[in-house]
């Protein structure tokens, strides 16, 4: 798949099938993330890999709008530092990692879709992550259960003469 495809069909995907994502699949995935930039090469990061159905359900509770990680084959937690200095880059840092999860996992058939925790206190007692870490970033991961919906967003994209100002506003 080439880059702009990806990033052209890339869409949020919150049903999955029930079909486990192979563990080769899953190690690129992660991969991905890992070797994503960062700013000064800080690489804020540590994942959290579940598969495990019930740890998955129990994680969904743990945001307002993260029923998908219930269904999912593969949840990616981002472990953080706490907010500090570097809040503002960290959080930067995290999002090319999960958008380099996400471009890798649609290059092999796979959906995804991020969330955020609102209960970070269950979520560590679940996930049992260090004190002195966050979690504020999960990825759903699995086979879209809806093939024919790939690519297709409900409301498309602002035109690109609106979002673009060149030289000034």
């Known amino acids: 798949m080439q880059v702009w495809d990806a990033i052209r069909q890339k869409r949020a995907v919150r049903k999955f099938q029930e079909t486990p994502l192979p563990d080769d699949v899953v190690h690129r995935i992660l991969d991905a993330g890992r070797r994503s930039q960062s700013s000064k090469n800080s690489q804020p990061w540590d994942f959290i890999a579940i598969r495990d159905r019930e ?3 129990q ?5 307002n709008f993260i029923r998908h990680v219930a269904g999912a084959a593969l949840c990616v ?5 706490e907010p ?3 809040y503002g880059w960290h959080m930067f840092d995290i999002g090319q990692s999960a958008s380099y999860m996400q471009l ?3 290059e092999m058939g796979v959906g995804s879709c991020l969330g955020t925790v609102y209960q970070p206190d269950a979520a560590r007692a679940l996930l049992g ?5 966050q979690l504020t970033i999960v ?3 699995g086979y879209p259960a809806d093939k024919s919906r790939q690519g297709l967003g409900k409301k498309g994209r602002r035109d690109f003469d609106e979002v673009v100002h060149w030289e000034r506003w």
């Open 55 to 57: 740890t998955l359900q």
């Open 59 to 63: 994680l969904a509770t743990t945001g």
């Open 77 to 81: 937690a981002i472990i953080t530092p």
């Open 84 to 86: 500090g200095e570097r």
């Open 104 to 106: 890798a996992a649609l």
């Open 129 to 133: 992550y260090p004190a002195d870490k």
């Open 139 to 141: 990825i759903s991961f």
